[in-house]
């Protein structure tokens, strides 16, 4: 099965432009606890090389295109990121890595639950033991 879920964002349009209505548990499927967006990020810098224990996101790459590797420990996936009316749903323990952010990228992230650092596993050794047992 994939590792990619993506969940489709209904764009309510008219002549004044478009607007998407994200709300608690209806279009992203948990409780929103936090909003956190990356911005300014560098083309030539790559992010995340962590996984969570517990939390639930949905990233939405609101501008621009930045492509995520996702891996469970056992296959990895690259998916790129570059609709605002797509949102990726990242649940269970998988290790994410970002990368080749364009130049106008922002990538906002809904999360289930406070930012908690107790939550990552950042040694990807680490990560592979706790997937594999
Ligand atoms: C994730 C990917 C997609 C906070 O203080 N509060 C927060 O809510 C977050 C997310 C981070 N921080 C602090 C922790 C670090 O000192 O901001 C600093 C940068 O965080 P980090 O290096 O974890 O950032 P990324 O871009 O590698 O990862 C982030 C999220 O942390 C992570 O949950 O899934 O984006």
């Given at each position: 099965m994939s590792l990619v879920k993506w969940l489709d964002f209904n764009v309510i349009g008219d002549q004044r432009g478009e607007l998407i209505s994200l709300e608690s548990c209806?279009?992203?499927p948990f409780d929103i606890k936090r909003v956190y967006y990356l911005i300014?990020?560098?083309?030539d810098q790559a992010r995340g090389f962590h996984a969570h224990r517990k939390l639930r996101q949905v990233a939405v790459c609101i501008s621009g295109s930045c492509i995520m590797t996702l891996d469970d420990g056992f296959k990895r996936e690259e998916v790129v990121l570059n609709s605002f009316s797509k949102g990726l749903l990242i649940e269970g323990i998988i290790w994410r890595e970002m990368y080749?952010?364009?130049?106008d990228c922002v990538l906002m992230v809904i999360a289930s639950?406070?930012?908690?650092?107790?939550?990552?596993?950042?040694?990807y050794e680490a990560f592979l033991r706790e997937v594999r047992k």
């Open positions: 209806k279009t992203i300014n990020t560098k083309m080749n952010f364009s130049r639950e406070h930012y908690d650092e107790q939550d990552y596993i950042r040694n």
